[in-house]
């Protein structure tokens, strides 16, 4: 079957658009600072009038919050800053309520090191649960002088390894000290993990009422943190020297996408997944060969719906070893970005892969700033064609929150103590502790190191939401957790629901077109952009519709022309991004772009 014939199977959470909560910074019920699930129920109805199917929620769960509640302490419970279990089922029923759906994020590479598990684990070496996490004996030089088991980096900076003086043994993290990692070879973990997520899904199904009458619930939805680290490179062996003059090395040539990861998915999926009617999606970072992702998403294999990965990520960012650096920003390149979106646009397709699509979350910083032009004269124009380009692409729909309305990077003249995110504050210490071990020195010129924060840091995606133009932008009556972004004083969500011609007016317009033409959701892709410095065109086809989509990444105007053999048919002006009356394509075909401009032209 040829591509331009092959039509995908349908369902429902392939059609979905999923907004992702980071409940933290999203809404303050309670006037602590700090965003909550009943703030979150709060907004249930701005959700759902935006076009929101699935709602996902970052982690809730008990946590010391060294990694922002990626540390989790108890899987079965509520951190008390966000509420109770109580106010879990409450904000489910209001979910369900309103049509949508509740997705769990669930990370289970690794606990905090306060969970009870780890507790345990750490208390002796002949507790049961010793096995639970990844324990080695130290090494020890000619010296005498100890070191850790092996040369990995953390992912957080310094070594992946934490030396434990009561049993004398180092424990692997590939995160923070404080988040150490679970030993997925042990089968009592693994069936702890199936605990866990039974756990969640039998208290969706028995919390759940509507219409006042008893409703089974088998519709569910979970997101999988780093999910292709839990199984490792037999031996744990030394990384690879691929920074010179480091002690400790990237390593996700022996963490990442390891030897029996499948094995335990599908272990997974056997035991819980198939059992319900669930969208499951996968991430998967260190992940650079698209034939790695493959087994993760094929129908065939019974593992998961789909996974993030982060490749369109990585277009900005400079290389350490055979990883990146997400805190460096480097020039990025447009035809780096169509080859991408091209080609995981078209992979795998007839096999039955799927995309999950995705430009912003809370692991990255905000698009308009990152990739577009967040100028006054600019910035909507920019939000507004970035929307274009996510929702015109075939996969599965991730909004992050304020994304909607365009909101962009906190000022460079921010200082490092506004930023929050321990990857960005163990980043500046190490170089901060380099140069000054260089130089000798203890005042040292970190501003390029402030640079790359303002284009690329994680904190920028978690400064409260911006509801209004009152005090702290509407998140808070308090005093919020980190600081708010002086421009909610014009972007904020009040003022765009009001403007028909704002970001926010535009995302649900094109959220609303995406549902209403399925050949964005299903139809084949073709890059016809050829070599044009500035525009990224292509073609959507699915049986006889076709979607014509024409984006100018530049503030220059530009003239498209169509390659020859491609006609105009009977193509209708359906979304733009300028408020002009229907802009035509000539019969020459030629197209006359202004700066920022995203046109959807389509025919059925």
């Known amino acids: ?84 279990l109580a106010d879990w089922d409450n904000l489910l029923k209001g979910v369900h309520e309103r049509g949508m759906k509740l997705m769990m994020d669930l990370v289970i590479n690794h606990t905090s090191d306060e969970h009870e598990w780890f507790r345990q684990s750490r208390s002796s070496k002949t507790n049961p649960k010793r096995d639970w996490y ?81 409703t089974r619930l088998t519709e569910e939805s979970r997101k999988m943190d780093v999910i292709n680290l839990i199984s490792k490179v037999d031996g744990l062996p030394d990384a690879p020297i691929t920074v010179p003059g480091e002690v400790c090395q990237p390593a996700s040539m022996h963490f990442a996408n390891g030897p029996r990861v499948h094995e335990f998915i599908k272990e997974m999926h056997n035991k819980v997944l198939s059992k319900h009617d669930l969208i499951t999606v996968g991430e998967t970072p260190f992940t650079y060969d698209a034939s790695h992702l493959l087994d993760y998403v094929l129908p065939a294999n019974k593992e998961l719906n789909m996974v993030f990965h982060f490749e369109l990520m990585d277009i900005d960012s400079p290389k350490a070893g055979q990883d990146f650096e997400p805190l460096r920003a480097k020039e990025w390149k447009l035809s780096d970005l169509k080859s991408t979106v091209g080609r995981w646009q078209q992979y795998k397709r007839e096999e039955g892969f799927w995309n999950a699509i995705f430009i912003e979350n809370h692991d990255h910083s905000r698009v308009v700033s990152r990739f577009g032009n967040d100028s006054d004269e600019w910035r909507a124009l920019s939000a507004k064609m970035f929307a274009m380009l996510q929702i015109t692409q075939s996969g599965t729909q991730f909004v992050y929150q304020g994304q909607e309305l365009g909101l962009k990077n906190f000022p460079r003249s921010w200082g490092i103590e506004e930023y929050k995110d321990v990857a960005s504050l163990n980043y500046w ?75 926010h007016a535009f995302w649900k317009k094109a959220l609303t077109i995406r549902k209403q033409y399925e050949v964005l959701i299903y139809g084949d892709f073709k890059d016809i952009s050829d070599d044009y410095p500035s525009v990224f065109a292509y073609i959507r086809t699915l049986k006889n519709a076709r979607a014509l989509v024409l984006l100018n990444f530049k503030e220059l105007e530009v003239d498209f022309i169509l390659p020859e053999g491609e006609s105009i048919g009977q193509l209708k002006f359906v979304l733009g991004n300028y408020n002009v009356e229907e802009p035509r394509i000539l019969s020459t075909g030629s197209i006359h772009l202004k700066g920022h401009e995203g046109r959807l032209y389509i025919s059925e």
């Open 134 to 214: 990844v324990w080695r004996p130290p090494k020890y030089d000619s010296s005498g002088n100890r070191h850790p088991p092996n040369n990995w980096q953390s992912n957080f900076q310094g070594p992946a390894w934490d030396f434990d003086e009561a049993t004398q043994e180092y424990y692997l993290h590939l995160y923070v000290a404080k988040q150490p990692d679970l030993n997925w070879e042990n089968p009592e973990v693994r069936e702890a993990a199936w605990d866990v997520m039974r756990f969640w899904i039998d208290r969706g199904c028995d919390g759940f009422r509507g219409s006042g009458e008893s």
């Open 429 to 503: 210490n190490k170089i901060l502790s380099q140069r000054q071990r260089s130089t000798g020195t203890k005042d040292q010129d970190m501003s390029d190191i402030l640079d790359g924060f303002q284009k690329k840091a994680r904190d920028h995606s978690r400064v409260p939401m911006q509801w209004d133009s009152t005090s702290n932008a509407g998140f808070t009556q308090g005093t919020p957790w980190m600081r708010v972004n002086e421009d909610h004083q014009t972007w904020n969500a009040t003022a765009e629901i009001a403007d028909e011609t704002s970001v």
């Open 1 to 84: 079957m040829g591509e331009a014939t092959y039509i995908p199977s349908k369902a429902w959470w392939k059609e979905a658009v999923v907004y992702q909560i980071y409940p933290i910074s999203f809404f303050d019920s309670n006037g602590d600072g700090i965003g909550d699930l009943n703030g979150i129920h709060a907004k249930l109805d701005y959700l759902k009038d935006l076009g929101v199917d699935v709602l996902w929620l970052s982690p809730i769960y008990r946590s010391p919050l060294a990694d922002m509640g990626y540390d989790i302490s108890d899987y079965c419970d509520i951190d008390p800053r966000y509420g109770t």
